[in-house]
């Protein structure tokens, strides 16, 4: 289950979220021609990449923010950048650029804490911008909870397309980071739950001051928890494939 898209844009052009897709896609290029040499790739994700750790011991500190533009292969990268676009737009529309930028990288900061204080010792280098974009998630769900999103639910080869409200997707997807936490600390794995986890609850505390400002519960039943401007008005287009017809 993931999602391809909200029904409200935003009402004013994203700079910041176009920007940091940029900047992700442009930085993942760059280091493509050493993908192939794991020694290479390995001594580069060393010096650049988040290594608890290291951090620990007062060392590579840069790796907090560095790492957030780093990604260990295309589905990393567009999953990352998948999400980024879709709820991104909105908080920056509501923070504006500069506040938007600012959430975005404390965000990305807070779960590379959440995820060194779940796993200091861990030598293994982190990277992707997973945790600052959680951030803008726990944001998206405070600030418009109702807010519709279409889903791809795919179970084998069944494939279907669902609306629902922002806090359905969102929540389950928080309580699936928080479980596979804690089975990944039993049996070792390769993603940084916690850090995803621990981006979600900073990115929504950061947003606290701002949906106080705009009247708290307030807000929502002013904007019935969606984004204030109208919704975008989505139609499937009808399947080209002629219909054939059984004989009798």
Known sequence: MFPIRDHNPSGRTPFVVYALMVLNIVIFLSYQPIMGDPRLLSAFFNDWALIPKDVMQGNELHGVVTSMFLHGGWLHLAGNMLFLWIFGDNLEDEMGHVGFLGFYLL????????QIAANPASPIPMVGASGAIAGVMGGYLLLFPKARVDILL????F????TVPAWVMLGLWFGLQLLNGITSDATGGGVAHWAHAGGFVVGAILCLPLWLRRGASGFWQRTEGHPPHPEAKYRLSRSTVPTVRRKR
Not at 154 to 157: F, L, N, S, V
Request: hydrophobic share 75%; glycine share 12%.
């Open 107 to 114: 965000s990305g900061v807070g779960a590379a804490v959440a």
């Open 154 to 157: 795919i179970i084998i080869i």
């Open 159 to 162: 494939f279907r397309i669902f």
